[in-house]
């Protein structure tokens, strides 16, 4: 089965990491939620003539964690959490793309602290076109939600009113864009 895309152009594309981010959102103290994002360092997507067959590989630079505290950044960054001293880069490597009920989903391999688990991205077209500089491109975002304490991110403190400081839920939001290597 193939799937009509308008614009749609079979290749291989490199990521635009001006216009590119991994953002992250995770409940705090169980009354709020922290955001933060990662920059990606380099992502390639491979688009043959049918859609249902692309591919995906992604590396980010963990280091780059960005949640507006440096505070928490850098213990983000330590070894009770990401520990990007001996992990420094956090990967994806989809296996597939499928249709489900009218939405795609991209299914793949997210290795995090050297942990690698299956996780699936629910998957949005944000079309194609050429930017000013004649660059040819194409924009997604994909969205996912995976259990940090699975890839070894388990450290937490209890609070005195019951509950903990950090969910273990963590959503995940890509928004990438990407250009046509000729």
């Not at 994002?37 to 491979?46: N, P």
């Not at 505290?69 to 960054?77: I, K, S």
């Amino acid at each position: 089965m193939t799937i009509d895309i308008p614009g749609y152009k079979a290749g291989t594309y490199a990521l635009d990491p001006a216009h590119s981010e991994v953002g992250f959102e995770v409940r705090h103290m169980m009354i709020s939620k922290v955001r933060g994002a990662f920059a990606v360092k380099e992502a390639t997507i491979v688009l043959p003539d049918n859609p249902l067959e692309a591919s995906v590989t992604a590396k980010v630079d963990v280091a780059s964690i960005d949640t507006k505290d440096e505070g928490r950044d850098g213990h983000l960054r330590s070894g009770d959490f990401f520990d990007t001293e001996n992990f420094p880069t956090m990967t994806f490597v989809s296996t597939g793309v499928r249709e489900d009920g009218g939405d795609y989903l991209v299914d793949g391999e997210l290795t995090v602290r050297g942990t690698t688990k299956p996780v699936t991205f629910d998957l949005e077209f944000g079309g194609f076109g050429t930017d000013p500089w004649g660059n040819y491109k194409v924009g997604a975002t994909a969205k996912g939600k995976i259990d940090r304490e699975e890839f070894g991110l388990t450290w937490n403190a209890a609070l005195e009113s019951g509950g903990v400081l950090v969910g273990k839920d963590i959503k995940i939001t890509l928004d990438l864009q990407a250009a046509l290597q000729e």
